[in-house]
Structures are given as structure tokens and as C-alpha cells.
């Protein structure tokens, strides 16, 4: 009995040493979080903090925007170190004749907490394409695929949308008819049209531009729907979302939503494999005529250069589906896209001809050009940029290859790019050679999903795949070149009048293609962030900075805490940017609050 007693006792005090020992390292941990997270802080206030300005409550430049256009979310102060949150379905007034509700987006974007620049995502395209056959509000689609709007239904939703949204849009008819149809390409322009920068800041010039085009390949489904749902994003989230309303409020984004229409129109009623244009003018004795638009663009036609032919997918023989058309500029829908390209972005950065910038291809354009072109297509989940006609990397290799991996940061995209493994073939006559190696404009093309018909029930991961790198652009789009080798605003949290942001070089450059080697724009330092408060950084000279840090130990990637003065009640906006050690200042980024 005694030595069951005995037993009994030991096994109580071993017990209790053993919580004794969990209890302790507990603590321990527990403090050297602690510890470690004033230490973070503690590093961070070594540097300077400078506050210059009081608070007033934040005003957009909006004016008189129709009830139905502005969205009455807000965020508060409290918001977590991440800037980018669950869904969120906003309310939205749609025309009598325009939008039902469809679950097919209600899926939140998927980017890693740590590399979103994105606010509140309150994505609200709910359609029920087809409906309209039900005595629904819907738009028709396309019959096995309808989740994809028909070119007539993508014609409508953009007359609803300007009905809706005056003062956000407009629509310009291109020159140029189509050869079987006889339709005119046109574009969707999406800006705060009561807004001009120039005004308030002269020094800014015209608004940034951003074009880009879809479905220029017709059995590539997914491109001009998601054209078209990125259209509706803008609009139903301006004035609600703080980022959307910056770029529009700064940006131009000019979108031709099918740049194929004859080839699309012929998908839509035939079905099959069709890619081309509908043109027959070569009387090609073959079914598969007409001419590859994206083949048929001036520069360097058909001058794709290559150890092995067939590696360039382009072809003289006109049954092929990669036949670039009897001569360069050819086709109503080259000339259409071209010539528009060529009146919106400034005259005075691109090559005179077309001939002489295939001279000048090895001779790097400015890095204050100004402009974005973005070519969709799909399918293989890749992002590409010049040249496309031969495996070299451009002169301006450093900002476009920034701007495409950063890209490429959103949604794990492959790098279809010069000298990278990825690059499959290479091609001539293309849409990103020409507004680049003419034009100097920064160009890219997306391949969309993994199919060209894309099941509807997989196209919300197309959507949230493509989205943010689409909004990212945009943000860049005024100096795409300098802001893309400048530093990325990683997340922003507000507590109390303390602002903690972490700014990087490098974060939004890794990418599995470089075989684990950071691309060269990724190894400067953060030297400087700097917080605006209520003023827009573009908006001029008498928007100074709330508050400034200077790093005084100049790190690739930087947290800091900065001190404002106290806020009045009522809505703000916090604007930063952050300058790197050769003095490249990144896009900026907005977060907006209610105290």
C-alpha cells in the first residue's frame, strides 16, 4: 500500500515539473516575440521621422457622378497589416435591360497576404449571361460557353455602361469596316472624365495611358470577356475603392474588347478551331483563308530571325493559321488598332517610321516614356514582352522585365520572354513588337487558363488570376519603365496616428524561371517612403508629404513606422510611395480609412 502511495506521489510531481516546463517555455516564446516586434519597431524609428502637415478629410476629384456609379464601402481605421481582404459583393444598380446576378466571380483573388498592394477587392460582375432568354435581365451568350458574352451582347453591356456611367466613359468607332462583316472596331475609354491633372499640377502633362486589346485570335474565348469584366470592375468599384479610384482619376485605360470581330462572330455560329481574320482578299484556295492579325503588325513582318525555322510560328503560305497577310498592315483590323495606338501615345518618344526604328531596334528608348499596352490571349498561363521576332532581350530589358515579373507576382505566370527557357517560339509582325520597337511604348501579352475554350466553371480563376497584374499595370502606366525598377509598397496598417509600411526592391521580382536569381532591378535598397495624406503625390506642388522616413541603413526590403498628426473625423486616404538608391520611386499605393 505504501509503495503504491509512493508511486502516486512521484507521479504527481512529475507532473507538475512537466507543466512547470511547458509554462516556461511559454513565456519564453511569448517574450521573444514581444521583443523581437519592438525591436522591429525600435529599428524602424532610428531613422528620421518628419511630420509636416494636419489632417483633412479626404475629397476625390469626382464631380457629380450619378448616384448608381459611387459605392458607399468604406474601410476603418483598424485595417490589418494586409491591404488586401476577403470579397466582398458591393451593391450595384444595374440598367433595366443589363445585369442579373450570377455567381460565377464570387471567389476572392488568391495573392499571398505578403505581396498584395491591392484594397478591399469588391468585385461585383454577377451576370447571368443567357438570361435575356429567360425574360431575365441577362446578356446572351455564347451556346455550350455561356459565361462568354457574344460580340453583339459585349456590344450592348458597353452602350449599358455609358448609359450608366457618363461620366467614366466613352466610345470611339474606329475607321477601317471589316471585311466580312463590315464592322467597325471601336474602344471602351474608362477615366474620371471630370478630372484633369494638368490642371491642378502642369508639370504632370496628360493623363497615363493604358491599351489593351482581346480577342485579335477569335477561338480565344476567355480574352474578351475578361476585357469586358475588367471594364465593369473599374466602374462599379471608382469611388469606393481606393486604388481604382486614383488610376482613373490619373489613367486613361483604353480597351478594344474584340479585336477580331468577323473570326469571333464566325466561332460563335460555326464553332471549331478558327484563329484568323475573315479575310479572303488573296484568294486563298483553302478553308482555312484569311490572315493573323497579331502576324501582320509592320514591325520586323516578317522578319523573324531564328537557328531553326520552325521555331518561328510564322508563315507565308496562306492555309496557315500563323500566315501574316500578303504584305505588313495589310488587314482593316491591323490598321484600326494601329492607328489609334499611334494617336494616344505621344509622338514625341517613337521612332519616325516604322523603318527606322527597325534600324534603331537595339537602341534603348527613354525611361520617362509614357504608356502600357497589354495584348490578351490564351491560352498557356505565360506573360511576355519584346522581342518576339528574335530570342535577345531588348534595350529597355530592365524595366520590362521588372514590370512583367512583377506581374507574374499576382498569379505565378510562366515568363515567355528573350533568353528565358519558357520561350516556346518566336514570332514577327506582333502587336507588342511594333508598340514597343516603334512606338516606345511598354508592351506585354498575357496568355489567359489553359484552354482556348475554357469551361465556364474554371473561368473565376482566370479572372482572379488576371485582375490585380491588369489593375497593376494601370497604376504604372504614366512611366512604366521608371516606376516598374522602383520599389513596391507591400502593405500599409494604420494604428492609432502611426502608420507601419514595408516597402521592397525585391519582394515582387522573384520568380521559379530565373532558377533562384533575383532579376537584376531587385537588388537596390530602399533609401526613403513617404506618406501623403488626402493629396494625391501627382496632384503638384502644394501636396507635401504628412510624413517622410530617410533610412539611415538603406535595406532592400524596409518596414517603417511613421508618426501623422491627429486626424479629424471622417474619411482619409494615405498615398505612399518609396524612392530606392537609384532614386527610382515605385508606383504608388492608397489605403483609405474612417475615423
Given at each position: 500500500?505504501?509503495?503504491?502511495a509512493?508511486n ?12 512547470a ?7 519564453t516564446?511569448t ?11 525600435s ?6 521621422v ?12 469626382i464631380?457629380?457622378l ?32 443589363s445585369i ?8 476572392a483573388?488568391?495573392?499571398?497576404e505578403?505581396l498584395?498592394v491591392?484594397?478591399?477587392?469588391e468585385?461585383?460582375s454577377r451576370?447571368e ?6 425574360g ?26 455609358i448609359?450608366?456611367y ?7 468607332i474606329?475607321d ?11 474602344v471602351?475609354?474608362?477615366?474620371n472624365?471630370e ?22 485570335h ?21 469611388g ?8 482613373l482619376?490619373y489613367?486613361e ?10 473570326g ?6 460555326e ?12 484568294n486563298c ?10 502576324r501582320?503588325f ?12 520552325s ?40 521612332n ?8 534603331d531596334a ?7 516614356n ?9 491560352h ?9 521576332y ?8 530592365d ?5 512583367g ?10 515568363l515567355?520572354?528573350?533568353?528565358m527557357s519558357n ?16 512606338l ?15 469551361p465556364?466553371e474554371?473561368?473565376a ?23 516598374s ?11 492609432g ?5 514595408t516597402?521592397?526592391d ?18 537596390q ?7 501623403f495624406?488626402?493629396c ?8 507635401l508629404p ?33 524612392t ?16
Open positions: 500500500m505504501m509503495a503504491r509512493t502516486i506521489v512521484a507521479f504527481v510531481a512529475i507532473a507538475i515539473i512537466i507543466i516546463i511547458v509554462l516556461s517555455l511559454t513565456l516564446l517574450s521573444s516575440n514581444t521583443t523581437v516586434h519592438k525591436q522591429e519597431l529599428n524602424s524609428n532610428d531613422d528620421e518628419v511630420s509636416v502637415l494636419p489632417s483633412t478629410p479626404y475629397s476625390s476629384p464631380q457629380s450619378p448616384p448608381s456609379s459611387i459605392a458607399s464601402t468604406h474601410h476603418v481605421a483598424s485595417h490589418p497589416p494586409s491591404v488586401i481582404d476577403t470579397l466582398t459583393l458591393m451593391p450595384f444598380t444595374p440598367s433595366p435591360s442579373a446576378d450570377s455567381a460565377i466571380n464570387q471567389t483573388f488568391q495573392v499571398e505578403e498584395s491591392l484594397n478591399t477587392i468585385y461585383n451576370f449571361v443567357g438570361a435575356s432568354k429567360k431575365g435581365g441577362g446578356y446572351d451568350g455564347i451556346q455550350g460557353f455561356e459565361c462568354y458574352r457574344t460580340v453583339k451582347s459585349t456590344n450592348q453591356t458597353v452602350d449599358d455602361l448609359k450608366i457618363p461620366n467614366l466613359t466613352s466610345k470611339i474606329l477601317y469596316p471589316t471585311a466580312e462583316h463590315g464592322l467597325h472596331l471601336y471602351l475609354v474608362i477615366t472624365k478630372f484633369n491633372p494638368n490642371v491642378v499640377n502642369p508639370s504632370f502633362g496628360k493623363k497615363g495611358k493604358m491599351l489593351a486589346t482581346a480577342g485579335i477569335a477561338r480565344e474565348l476567355t480574352t474578351g470577356e475578361t476585357l469586358t469584366r475588367f471594364a465593369e470592375y473599374l466602374l462599379q468599384n471608382y469606393a475603392d481606393p486604388e481604382v479610384t486614383w488610376v482619376d489613367t485605360i483604353h480597351l478594344i474588347l474584340h479585336a477580331n470581330p468577323d469571333r462572330i464566325y466561332i460563335e455560329s464553332g471549331g478551331m478558327w484563329k484568323k481574320n475573315r479575310n479572303n482578299a488573296t484556295n483553302h478553308r482555312r483563308f484569311g490572315v493573323d492579325n497579331n501582320n509592320p514591325f520586323k513582318w516578317g522578319g523573324c530571325i531564328a537557328t531553326d525555322e521555331r518561328c510560328s510564322t508563315s507565308d503560305d496562306c492555309s496557315s493559321v500563323v500566315y501574316r497577310g500578303k504584305y505588313r498592315r495589310s488587314e482593316q483590323e491591323t490598321k484600326a488598332i494601329l492607328d489609334y495606338a499611334l494617336s494616344i501615345f505621344p509622338a514625341s518618344q517613337r519616325e517610321t516604322v523603318q527606322k526604328a527597325e534600324v537595339d537602341t534603348p528608348f527613354s525611361d520617362t509614357e504608356g502600357i499596352y497589354l495584348d490578351l490571349h490564351s498557356g498561363s505565360d506573360i511576355g514582352w519584346p522581342w518576339g528574335k530570342n535577345v532581350r531588348s534595350p529597355n530589358d524595366g520590362l522585365g521588372s514590370l515579373r512583377k506581374f507574374a507576382s499576382f498569379n505565378g505566370y510562366s515567355w520572354a528573350p533568353e520561350r516556346v517560339y518566336g514570332f514577327d509582325g506582333s502587336a507588342i513588337d511594333t508598340l514597343y520597337g516603334w516606345g511604348v511598354s508592351s506585354f501579352f498575357f496568355e489567359l487558363g489553359t484552354s482556348f475554350f475554357q465556364c474554371e473561368y480563376d482566370v479572372v482572379n488570376e488576371i485582375f490585380p497584374p491588369l489593375l497593376y499595370a494601370a497604376k504604372n502606366a504614366k512611366r512604366p519603365l521608371f516606376t525598377r522602383g520599389p513596391d509598397i507591400i502593405r500599409i496598417s494604420l494604428k496616428n502611426i502608420v507601419t509600411t516597402a521592397s525585391s519582394v515582387r521580382l522573384y520568380h521559379a524561371d530565373d532558377g533562384g536569381r533575383l532579376f537584376q532591378t531587385g537588388s535598397n530602399v533609401k526613403s517612403i513617404e506618406v495624406l488626402d494625391h503625390p501627382y496632384s503638384g506642388a502644394e501636396c504628412a510624413a517622410t522616413k530617410i533610412a539611415s541603413l538603406p535595406k532592400n526590403t524596409k518596414t517603417v513606422s511613421l508618426r501623422l498628426k491627429a486626424f479629424e473625423d471622417g474619411e482619409h486616404a494615405l498615398y505612399v510611395q518609396a530606392d538608391t537609384d532614386n527610382y520611386t515605385g508606383p504608388i499605393t492608397t489605403h483609405r480609412f474612417v475615423i
